[in-house]
T-cell receptor, first 114, second 112 residues
Framework: EAGVAQSPRYKIIEKRQSVAFWCNPISGHATLYWYQQILGQGPKLLIQFQNNGVVDDSQLPKDRFSAERLKGVDSTLKIQPAKLEDSAVYLC????????????FGQGTRLTVV | AQSVAQPEDQVNVAEGNPLTVKCTYS??????LFWYVQYPNRGLQFLLKYITGDNLVKGSYGFEAEFNKSQTSFHLKKPSALVSDSALYFC??????????FGTGTRLQVTL
């Protein structure tokens, strides 16, 4: 079974530039999560989708971050404009969608804002 | 607020000795608790989960965790540590609407 795919693996941008990350979840998984993991901290949930609807985006900085999951499969996370404090690993995860099911994570995208 | 706490930033143990990585939770209602491991430059990998039933849960790579409702804890354990177990371990809790919240992580260092 293929896992959660994310691209790119690494990205370096200057502050005020924009960047986009892509995630392809495990086939059949209805729930998709984007997490931000700053060095030395635990992952923080940015947004959670159930199919193509948003379940929770309470911790998403909506003035600069946006995410979409068209057709309920792939998802993109965008930052525009980026700030230095956005430097982190962005993790995508998916699960079958039922509350009791564990989430499966991709390898993440390491973003460095300089 | 629903949360998990990992009180130790790092745990050091000698290979062959038992290990414990601590986690406590604060959730109203019944918690769904998880342990994940993160190796360098890798994504998070699921180890085990507690939903209901037996308080001792067995997971991948010989790990197990004990759910203790009275102490609101879900400590990760392994009878005999390996050097290859050295990694970052995260406790997580799920409640309504499938929201998955992680602790701050504990770095496990196993030495020869």
């Amino acid at each position: 079974e293929a896992g959660v795919a994310q691209s790119p693996r690494y990205k370096i941008i200057e502050k005020r530039q924009s960047v986009a990350f892509w995630c392809n979840p495990i086939s059949g998984h209805a729930t998709l999560y984007w997490y931000q993991q700053i060095l030395g901290q635990g992952p923080k949930l940015l947004i959670q989708f159930q199919n193509n609807g948003v379940v929770d985006d309470s911790q998403l900085p909506k003035d600069r971050f946006s995410a979409e999951r068209l057709k309920g499969v792939d998802s993109t996370l965008k930052i525009q404009p980026a700030k230095l404090e956005d430097s982190a690993v962005y993790l995508c995860a998916s699960s079958l969608g039922r509350t009791l099911e564990e989430a499966f994570f991709g390898q993440g995208t390491r973003l460095t804002v300089v | 607020a629903q949360s998990v706490a990992q009180p130790e930033d790092q745990v050091n143990v000698a290979e062959g000795n038992p290990l414990t990585v601590k986690c406590t939770y604060s959730v109203s209602g019944n918690p769904y608790l998880f342990w994940y491991v993160q190796y360098p430059n890798r994504g998070l990998q699921f180890l085990l989960k507690y939903i209901t039933g037996d308080n001792l849960v067995k997971g991948s790579y010989g790990f197990e965790a004990e759910f203790n409702k009275s102490q609101t804890s879900f400590h990760l354990k392994k009878p005999s540590a390996l050097v290859s177990d050295s990694a970052l371990y995260f406790c997580a809790v799920k409640w309504t609407a499938s929201k998955l919240t992680f602790g701050t992580g504990t770095r496990l260092q196993v030495t020869l």
